[in-house]
């Protein structure tokens, strides 16, 4: 990266490691030096949550607000009804319009952690696209809008030609979400002085269309950024783990085992996850991230708790660290651990250890907890668990017992009354 930006936000882009393209460095940085920005990404509602993936573009927002511009977060509730297409191997499943509207309820939250909504210029503003996608007239938006778009350009987009050459199915609907997000960075701009939109690089595509469909029908001058496609040491995509998606909504995924999967965190990660996921300086980041044998492990601890207080509070980060200590340096069982709790009608005279461990999500079924067993990999209360066909009943579960898969997994199974 050569630019050398006079703007603090595109300064903290770059240097700590948010920026992967951007379509025009100077003309962007002289509008951040010139006065507020006004600034977007977007977010569908295929889900109540959000997760550990889209943590990336929050921070941006937030960083984004914090140099002292407006974060615009866009909610897809017009478009989360077509789903996007970019670099997937089929169609998403289409959602009601109540999915959708339950499902952006559950994402609101999440948001109040990181930026600060109100009416002040450089508050941030929660937006639905429905808004003015619902209501539009096919054949006056074909009109006014599709007649700026090239099909020809459009199929040489990274993500609808990824498709196209393995020869799969891509639907109309989906072909027709590209216009739709263009007219969005269009409507913004009228709308709301939008002049930046941000996202994953594998949108970059779509941005350029926003950007050119701006500039032909309003004749102003706006700006793309995107950031890298994240993934994790061993290669793995951000934001999934072997138990599932890393959700950032409490009720999906206690603040616990939000805290673990940090606390997990590769060593070849640490530098760079505390550059993007915390607040630290940068000098920090890389003192923590250099750190070598069992010092990298008070790294990590570091980046679990300023990434745990950020998304859930600092109490919910302090608790998370004491948990993890009983749990694992005292043998205890800790509070925050995940929880299964049966009821009685559920447990009735007893049930199996297999079915506990693949219940409570240490295994992913039967096979597996049995194959972990036979392994030496299970423990009961911290002592080793030897027989795949030991059954628990109500005298078992008078008080709490804690399952473990190895030494980092641990599950509570407690009896509900």
Not at 188 to 204: A, T
Not at 335 to 340: A, G, I, Q, S, Y
Request: with cysteine; charged share 25%.
């Amino acid at each position: 990266m050569t630019y050398h930006p006079k703007s603090d936000f595109l300064r903290v882009m770059i240097e700590r490691g948010y920026l992967a393209d951007c379509t025009d460095y100077q003309g962007l940085d002289e509008a951040l030096i010139a006065g507020v920005v006004p600034a977007y990404i977007g977010f569908d509602a295929t889900a109540p949550s959000l997760h550990v993936g889209s943590l990336i573009q929050i921070m941006m927002l937030r960083w984004l607000q914090k140099t002292g511009h407006r974060p615009l977060v866009l909610m897809g509730g017009g478009t989360t009804k077509v789903g996007d297409p970019s670099f997937r191997a089929d169609e998403r499943p289409l959602l009601t319009p109540d999915q959708i509207d339950a499902n952006i309820a559950g994402i609101k939250e999440v948001f109040s952690s990181y930026v600060t909504f109100g009416d002040g210029p450089a508050d941030a503003l929660m937006l639905n696209n429905a808004e003015w996608l619902d209501g539009l007239n096919y054949l006056d938006f074909l009109r006014d809008v599709g007649r700026h778009f090239s099909v020809n350009r459009m199929l040489s987009f990274e993500s609808v030609k990824s498709r196209l050459d393995r020869e799969q199915s891509l639907s109309f609907l989906e072909f027709n979400y590209m216009i739709l997000q263009a007219y969005d960075f269009l409507e913004l701009n009228r709308r709301y002085g939008c002049r930046l939109q941000m996202g994953g690089s594998d949108q970059w595509g779509n941005i350029v269309n926003g950007i050119d469909l701006t500039r032909r029908i309003l004749d102003d001058e706006v700006f793309g950024l995107t950031s890298p496609l994240l993934t994790t040491a061993d290669g793995k995509k951000m934001g999934k783990s072997a138990e599932g998606a890393i959700w950032l909504n409490a009720e999906m995924l206690s603040p616990y085992a939000f805290w673990q999967f940090w606390r997990n965190t590769a060593d070849a990660d640490v530098g760079r996850f505390l550059k993007l996921y915390t607040e630290l300086e940068i000098e920090e980041c890389e003192r923590l991230g250099a750190l070598a044998g069992s010092e990298i492990n008070d790294a990590k601890i570091v980046l679990a708790n300023a990434v745990t207080a950020l998304c859930h509070g600092a109490e919910a980060a302090t608790a998370a660290e004491a948990t993890a200590r009983e749990v694992f340096e005292k043998g205890g069982a800790g509070d925050e651990l995940p929880t299964l709790t049966l009821s009685a009608a559920e447990l009735g005279e007893g049930i199996s250890v297999v079915q506990l461990i693949t219940r409570s999500g240490l295994a992913k079924s039967g096979k597996e907890a049995k194959r972990l067993i036979a392994d030496q990999g299970a423990r009961l209360n911290d002592a080793p668990l030897t027989d795949a066909g030991l059954m628990i009943g109500p005298a078992d579960l008078a008080r709490p017992i804690k399952l473990s898969a190895g030494k980092k997994r641990h599950a509570l199974v407690t009896l509900d009354g």
